[in-house]
């Protein structure tokens, strides 16, 4: 047992040498409980007549920016957390808004919304950092309001889930101060659209994305998809600033969720006679997640599919055939979100002209 214990820690200070990813892992699991026990509080849900869903939202806006937020004052820090939370609101504002508009035309309403979210994650990455991080959270936004089934009644709702979050998620942040530093943004090298070397790569990332989700959504029907969702999700995060990166994203994000979904899936018995120790395990798999982002997105994927498949399950969900559906609904996504793109306006590095 004392050899698998100093194992363990021997590979986690192999994954974060200076224990600062492990201290922001620790920030937004803090920021996430939070949020989620402020949306809980009967004096806030009564009193302000909010809906049943403000905790979810609430812990959704607040973790996802605590992941996207990379800076190293606390002062650029709280700022980017507000300006995401905002985002976040934003995003589900415009679905709830949006879906019944196309949902009268359409019986995929709700995923098409999703459409917009996978464009603006890929194209708001030409923002840097903050832009990167606002096209994730409108996303996340959309989904959090998509999965919740929420509705234009909601807006209060999602206001009010926007300013928690934002609370939830500084504070923390205010607290960890100069103990806690961001991992360094792997090099980008310069790329260029095939074809098209005036289109900027950020709107050819964000064209990719959409393309991929309608794809998705267009298959659903033949497939059977039972979270297309999830497959949508996959596809916009596995588009990365070349096809070479993106198809390196997929291979990693397949074989995370290859590891994460069964091993969650393994703890399912525990979600009726131990349903804390799942949360608890949750919550140490997205400080894994937290260390092992950037450079080790398998890792980091199969961190998150173990606690997405165990948060469902202590929340009370125990359908295996749809736990599991996580895992073939993700290579898919994945798989559509390379060929996208391969095929669609791909990008290609710049290589450096010779020095005469």
Request: charged share 10%; with cysteine; hydrophobic share 50%.
């Amino acid at each position: 047992m004392a050899n698998t214990g100093s194992g363990l820690l021997d590979w986690l200070d192999r994954l974060d040498p200076g224990v600062h990813r492990r201290i922001k892992g620790l920030r937004l699991v803090t920021a996430f409980g939070i949020a989620a026990m402020a949306g809980r509080m009967p004096e806030v849900v009564n009193a302000l007549d909010a809906g049943p869903s403000l905790s979810v939202l609430a812990g959704g806006f607040a973790l996802w920016a605590s992941v996207s937020e990379a800076r190293e004052s606390r002062f650029d820090s709280g700022r980017d957390l507000l300006c995401l939370c905002i985002a976040a609101a934003a995003g589900a504002m415009v679905y709830v808004l949006l879906e019944p508009l196309l949902s009268s035309v359409s019986t995929f309403g709700p995923e098409l919304v999703l459409v917009t979210g996978a464009f603006c994650t890929g194209y708001l990455r030409r923002f840097g950092i903050l832009g990167t991080g606002l096209g994730s959270q409108i996303y996340i936004g959309q989904l959090l309001a998509y999965t919740s089934g929420l509705g234009p009644g909601d807006l209060w709702t999602i206001a009010l889930a926007g300013v928690i979050a934002s609370v939830a998620a500084i504070v923390p942040r205010v607290l960890s101060g100069p103990s806690e530093k961001p991992a360094l943004a792997l090099p980008v090298p310069e790329v260029r659209v095939t074809g098209l070397p005036g289109m900027r790569p950020q709107l050819a990332m964000g064209l990719q994305a959409a393309t991929g989700a309608l794809a998705i959504i267009g298959l659903t029907s033949l497939l059977g998809l039972q979270q297309p969702a999830w497959a949508i999700t996959a596809c916009t995060y596995v588009i990365a600033g070349s096809a070479a990166g993106t198809l390196d994203r997929v291979r990693r994000r397949i074989v995370g969720t290859a590891i994460g979904v069964p091993l969650g899936l393994i703890c399912l018995p525990l979600a009726q006679e131990a349903p804390l120790l799942l949360w608890l395990a949750a919550a140490l798999a997205m400080v894994i997640y937290a260390m092992a982002l950037p450079e080790r997105y398998d890792i980091a994927c199969g961190a998150f599919a173990f606690a997405l498949v165990v948060t469902l399950a202590a929340s009370g969900e125990h359908s295996v055939p749809l736990l599991f559906s996580r895992a073939w609904e993700t290579v898919l996504g994945g798989v559509i979100g390379l060929l996208a793109a391969l095929s669609l306006l791909p990008l290609k590095p710049v290589r450096p002209q010779p020095i005469s």
